[in-house]
C-alpha cells in the first residue's frame, strides 16, 4: 500500500510542477535543514509567492505532499482519498493562488534516496548546508554521504544556482560537481557572502541572562549591511541566515531588503532555543537531533553565555542515533570535547552515551562531574536535584531519545510544552 501511495504521490506531484512550473530551492546536509528552511522562507516571503515544507515532510511522502499542499492523512482511507483529488484538481482546473516557489527540504537517509527526491522535484536552487557522520548508519563513509548529497548539486537546472556552506570542506568540494554558478558563504575568508564581526547581546535579569539579539556583518559583492537576530542563539541559526541571505540575492533582493527580513526570523523548536527554567535557571533546548558535529556547535555556544561566577553550565546529552560504525568513536570525540570546555557537570543519557562519559573522563574530566542515566526520566529527576539559581543547561539528543521530555520537567512554564517544545503532537504518544 505505501508503494502505491508513494507511487501515485510523485506521479501527480510532477504533473502538478509540470503545469505550474514554479522555482524549486532545494536544501539538504547533516545539519541544519530545517532550519535552514525556515530562515529562507522567511526571507523570500516578505517579496515572493512562497511554500515551504511543513513538519518533516522531507521524504519520499513528504515532499509530494508540500508539492500538493496537504497534510498527511496518516492511515485514513479517507484521507488518502481527499489527497489524490485535491491534487488531481490543481492538474485539471488553474489554481491562481499556487505558489510561485517551493522551498524543499531534501531528508537523506540511504543511498538513492537522492535521486529519488530530484525525480519528482528538479530543483533551480540547491543549498547543502553541512556534510557529516550524521545518517552513517546506511553508509558506508563520509564520503558516501557527501556522494548522496551532492548529487543534488549536480542534477541543479541549467542558470540555476549552487549555495554551499565554505567553512565545511565536504560542502565547499562540491563546487567543483557544479554546473551553474556557485555562491558560498561563510565566516572564513574566501567566502564570498560572509558573517563578521558577530556579537551575542545578553541582559542580567536576577541571577539569569536573557538573550535579547544575536547580530553580525553581512558582506557580498563589496557591500556590507548589519544583522539582528531576534531571539537567535547558535551556530546553526547563522548558518542559515547566510544561505537565505544568499538565496535573497541570487533572487535580485538588495542586502537592506534581506536584513530587514531577517528580523523576522525565529528557529524552529528544539534548535537552541532558550527557555526560563525552574529555581531561575536558562535552558538551551536542542533536542531536535543530535550529531557530533551539531554537539560541539553548541557546546561551542554555551561556553559564550556569561553567568554568575557561582553559576555552573550543565551539558545532558543523550545518544546520538544513526551513527553506524562511527558511533562508539563519535560519542567519544564528543565526550573529550566536553572536557576541553567550560562545561561544570556532563549528564549523559542513553547506552550510547555511555562513551560520551568515557571519552570526557578519558580527557582529563573529573569523575565527579560525570553522571551517566539509561533513560531520560531517570536523568530529569536528577537535575531537577542538583541545579541552583543560575545554572545554565545544555539538552541534546537524537530524535528518538526524547530528551524534549527533561526540558519539560526543567522549564518554569510547562503548560507552554506544547507551544514551545519540540514532538508535542498525538502521534508521538504520551508526553507527560
Sequence with gaps: ????????????????????????????????????KEAVYTVLKTKFSVRRNIKNYNNEIGLPLTIIGSDSPGKSIFGWIGVFFKALGLVLFKDKDYPKILVLEMGVDRPGDMKYLTSIARVDIGIVTLISHSHEEFFTDVEEIQKEKGM???????????????????????????????????????????????????????????????????????????????QVIGYNSIYAALAAAAVGATMGMNLIEISNAMREFDSPNGRMNLIDGI?????????????????????????????????????????????????????????????????????AVG????????????????????????????????????????????VKGSQGMRMEKIIKELMAEPLRAKELLVRQEEEWGNNS
Design 152 to 230: 543534488l548539486i549536480e542534477n541543479l537546472k541549467p542558470g540555476g544556482w549552487a549555495i554551499l556552506n565554505f567553512d565545511d570542506e565536504l560542502t565547499r568540494e562540491l563546487a567543483e560537481k557544479s554546473k551553474v554558478k556557485v555562491l558560498s558563504y561563510g565566516f572564513k575568508e574566501g567566502a564570498m557572502l560572509r558573517a563578521q564581526e558577530l556579537v551575542f547581546s545578553f541582559e542580567k535579569t536576577k541571577d539569569v541572562e536573557n538573550l535579547l539579539g544575536l547580530s553580525f556583518k553581512l558582506t557580498y559583492n563589496g557591500s556590507f549591511v548589519p544583522v539582528l537576530l531576534p
Design 1 to 36: 500500500m505505501r508503494k502505491l501511495v508513494r507511487l501515485k504521490l510523485k506521479i501527480l506531484a510532477k504533473m502538478i510542477l509540470a503545469k505550474y512550473k514554479p522555482k524549486i530551492i532545494g536544501i539538504t546536509g547533516s545539519v541544519g535543514k530545517t532550519s535552514t
Design 351 to 394: 547506552e550510547r552515551a555511555r562513551d560520551i562519559a568515557r571519552g570526557a573522563q578519558e580527557a582529563g574530566m573529573l569523575r565527579d562531574n560525570i553522571f551517566e542515566y539509561t533513560n531520560v526520566a531517570e536523568a530529569g529527576r536528577f537535575i531537577q536535584q542538583r541545579i541552583l539559581s543560575g545554572d545554565l543547561i545544555l
Design 279 to 347: 529555581k531561575h535557571t536558562l535552558i538551551i533546548d536542542d533536542t531536535y537531533n543530535s550529531s557530533p558535529t551539531s554537539v560541539m556547535s553548541a557546546l561551542d555556544i554555551i561556553t559564550k553565555i556569561p553567568i554568575a561566577k557561582t553559576a555552573r553550565r550543565f551539558a545532558v546529552l543523550g545518544d546520538m542515533l544513526e551513527l553506524g560504525r562511527y558511533s562508539e568513536e563519535g560519542h567519544k570525540e564528543v565526550g573529550r570535547y566536553v572536557a576541553k570546555t567550560k562545561i561544570s557537570k556532563l549528564i
